[in-house]
Each structure stands twice: as C-alpha cells, then as structure tokens.
C-alpha cells in the first residue's frame, strides 16, 4: 500500500477512511491522537491528508497498533473562479515534486492570508493578519484563524457566521488565486506515483452537469478518482455521487473528512460502505 505498512489482503468488512486532519493542518488531533481514534472507532485503513502539508507523517511518532496508514494530503487550488481541493492518496512522500509543490503551497497560504487581512481591512477590520497568524502561532494560517479572530473580536458570535459573512465561498477572505492550478497539483500527486481524487464533490454547490464538467477537466488534467463518500451526505446525495462516478468511469473514494471530535465534522470511519458496483481506489494502492 505504501512505505506506511501493506495492509495484506483487503476482506470485504475493511473499514476505509481516506480522509482526515490533524493539527498539522487545521486538526484538532495530533497526529498520534488521530491513529488512536480512528484504531478506536473501527477504522481499518487510514490515510491522513492534511491542507497542504505532509508534516503529520513526520511528526506522527512510531506506530504502534492500529490502522495502517495511507500517505496523503489535500491540496487546496481553483478551476474556473470557484476554490476546490484535491486528494493525493498513496503518494511517496519522500518524491521531490511533492514536496516542491507543498514549498510552493505553504508560501502561497502565507501571501494569501496577508491578502485575506487587506480585504478584511477594506471592511473596517483591522488586524486580522495579525490576529490570525497569533492564533496559527506562526505556523500553519488558514481561513479557520480568521474565522477565531472575528469570534474573538465580538465581530461575529460563531466560526459559522464567520465563514457566513466574511471568509466564506465567495466572500472578502475566499482568496483562492495563489494556490497552483488544478492541473498542477494534479501533476504533483501522480509523479509521487498518488492518486488524484477531487475531494467532497458537494461541497462546491455546483449543478450536476458543472460538477461533470469539473470532473471531465479534472480527468483530461490526470485525475482519477471523486469521493463518494464524504463526511456526512444523505443516502440520495450519496446515490447521486455513486451516479456521477460511475457515468465518468473514476474510482471511488470514501472519507469522513474528520477534524475534531464532536460537530459539525463527520466522525473517523462514518459513512456508509461504497456501493458495491464501483471500483474503490484502494484497488489501485501498489
Ligand atoms: P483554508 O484551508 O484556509 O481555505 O480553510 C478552509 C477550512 O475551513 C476547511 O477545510 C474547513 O476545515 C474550514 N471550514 C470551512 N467552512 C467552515 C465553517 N462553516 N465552519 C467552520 N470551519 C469551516
Ligand atoms: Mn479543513
Ligand atoms: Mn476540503
Ligand atoms: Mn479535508
């Protein structure tokens, strides 16, 4: 499966999540704490996949019991105006262009943060970068900081209003430019010999037929796979990815895009099974 450890013969009752966060990125567990959960919560296969970073394999500390780990990350990029992110599973974390691409990103969220804190600016909120970047304690920033420091100022009673109001899709702090195009990042995961899967598909909001017009570009960039199964999605929404997945010929992929125990984030292992008809991802994990 990966330098993480071979995961033998895959049974039918294998519990896959192939989507999570730790603290390396905007996670409320530390790498080891997660192994610890998800190994609690039945989870059989895990692959983190942090925003754009792969620090949580470096700092996960030894493996002890638990699931075997799937390398992993989420890149964050654009296609046609609207901000999507994109999984790398399975990737060799040790290949150049995977960690070019993570330099190129960690410098990018740095530019747009600053970015976010000047239209935050421009809406009479001043220093937001600053006050973000306290919280991130000089590493990792993200919108979800932007979000804490308007909590904190008495701007906004919760994360959600924030995201809402102001760091949202389509709002002053939705600053997506400075990520690498989706073909790039795509190129990234495959010369890491990873598969690339658009992650959580609903997210985005798009029509059916734009969501088919993300996936036909996404699969002309190299793409190979969409979750499936994301988080928590009703069983319509669920047959409904199923539909997409199987009309485009990608593999499918399952994951809880876990981030801190309790709401609004889907537990480690939630979700139902892949309808049996797809060809999951883990099939092509060498
Ligand atoms: P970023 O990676 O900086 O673009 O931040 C996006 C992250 O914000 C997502 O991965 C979520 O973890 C988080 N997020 C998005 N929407 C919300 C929300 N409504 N409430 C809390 N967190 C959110
Ligand atoms: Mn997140
Ligand atoms: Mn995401
Ligand atoms: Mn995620």
């Not at 990103?105 to 600053?130: C, F, H, P, S, V």
Request: hydrophobic share 40%; proline share 6%.
């Amino acid at each position: 499966m990966s330098r993480e450890g071979a995961p033998g013969p895959i049974r039918a009752n294998t519990v896959f999540d192939l989507h999570s966060h730790t603290t390396c990125s905007d996670g409320a567990l530390e790498p080891r704490e997660l192994i610890a959960r998800a190994a609690e919560k039945g989870v059989d296969v895990l692959a983190i996949t942090d925003h754009d970073t792969i620090d949580a394999y470096r700092n996960r500390g030894p493996l002890q019991d638990g699931p075997t780990l799937v390398s992993g990350i989420e890149f964050s990029t654009h296609w046609e105006h609207i901000g999507i992110h994109v999984l790398g599973l399975n990737i060799d974390l040790q290949c150049e262009a995977i960690r070019a691409g993570v330099r190129f990103q960690t410098a990018a969220r740095q530019e747009r943060a600053r970015r976010i804190g000047e239209n935050l600016a421009k809406m009479g909120i001043a220093d937001a970068y600053e006050g973000a970047a306290r919280l991130a304690r000089g590493s990792y920033i993200g919108r979800p900081h932007f979000a804490q420091y308007l909590v904190d100022i008495g701007r906004v009673r919760s994360l959600d209003t924030a995201f809402r109001k102001f760091v949202g899709d389509g709002k002053a702090g939705d600053v997506r430019r400075h990520w690498a195009a989706m073909p790039q990042v795509v190129e990234w995961i495959l010369e890491a010999n990873g598969i690339p899967v658009l992650a959580h598909p609903l997210k985005y909001k798009l029509t059916r037929t734009r969501l088919k017009r993300l996936l036909g570009a996404f699969a002309a960039a190299g793409g190979q796979g969409m979750e499936v199964v994301s988080g928590q999605q009703n069983p319509q929404q669920t047959a409904g990815m199923a539909q997409v997945c199987a009309d485009l010929g990608l593999l499918a992929s399952r994951g809880s895009d876990f981030h801190a125990p309790g709401s609004p984030w889907a537990e480690l292992g939630a979700g139902p099974p892949l309808p049996p008809h797809l060809t999951p991802v883990w099939e092509r994990f060498a």
